[in-house]
T-cell receptor, first 111, second 114 residues
Framework: GNSVTQMEGPVTLSEEAFLTINCTYTATGYPSLFWYVQYPGEGLQLLLKATKADDKGSNKGFEATYRKETTSFHLEKGSVQVSDSAVYFCALSTGFQKLVFGTGTRLLVSP | DARVTQTPRHKVTEMGQEVTMRCQPILGHNTVFWYRQTMMQGLELLAYFRNRAPLDDSGMPKDRFSAEMPDATLATLKIQPSEPRDSAVYFC????????????FGPGTRLTVT
């Protein structure tokens, strides 16, 4: 079946550090891939997406590239801010708008 | 700025009581999802609807949970009777039809069953 595996958290960084959160997937067919972010006390928000191999999704300084050969969709940001502290979820969908989420990775950024 | 709204935001109830959670999807969205989030299980899909028809409710305990869409502007999730293990944050999400598969989440209902 379809599944998403994310790195365990929390990820603890200082402000302006480089961020990578790993995500790999298993899927039948050709999935679309997503990163969602959840700030404390809020629902999930779509951060970025990619719908086919080699696509790069980007938003708010975050980027992720759809790598079919390694079945990965790692999230990166060149310089994190304290306001980026949140839980990040990788997700995939193979159709019918049903998303499969990873377990989430908590990011803590200190000043 | 269109948003998914959920009521109530917080609910504390005693074991055995009925709980009803409501969701207003974004106008024009024809898919609606109910999720449950706990520390132990993470984010679980309970049910989802397309054009008000239930497509998949396999994640939902059938004996006590029920989900409906009385009309296009209202989705409900009911628990009867509630149990302490139902304590969680329940999210509703809606999405437009089409291949982009985006979902827009509400702020959630935090349920505590004592």
């Amino acid at each position: 079946g379809n599944s998403v595996t994310q790195m365990e958290g929390p990820v603890t960084l200082s402000e302006e550090a480089f961020l990578t959160i790993n995500c790999t997937y298993t899927a039948t067919g050709y999935p679309s891939l997503f990163w969602y972010v959840q700030y404390p006390g809020e629902g999930l928000q779509l951060l970025l997406k990619a719908t086919k191999a080699d696509d790069k999704g980007s938003n708010k300084g975050f980027e992720a590239t759809y790598r079919k050969e390694t079945t990965s969709f790692h999230l990166e940001k060149g310089s994190v801010q304290v306001s980026d502290s949140a839980v990040y979820f990788c997700a995939l969908s193979t159709g019918f708008q049903k998303l499969v989420f990873g377990t989430g990775t908590r990011l803590l950024v200190s000043p | 700025d269109a948003r998914v709204t959920q009521t109530p935001r917080h609910k504390v109830t005693e074991m055995g009581q009925e709980v009803t959670m409501r969701c207003q999807p974004i106008l024009g969205h024809n898919t609606v999802f109910w999720y449950r989030q706990t520390m132990m299980q993470g984010l679980e899909l309970l049910a989802y609807f397309r054009n008000r028809a239930p497509l998949d409710d396999s994640g939902m305990p059938k004996d006590r949970f029920s989900a409906e869409m009385p009309d296009a502007t209202l989705a409900t999730l009911k628990i009867q009777p509630s149990e302490p293990r139902d304590s969680a944050v329940y999210f509703c999400a809606s999405g437009p039809d089409g291949p982009l598969l985006e979902q827009y989440f509400g702020p959630g209902t935090r349920l505590t069953v004592t």
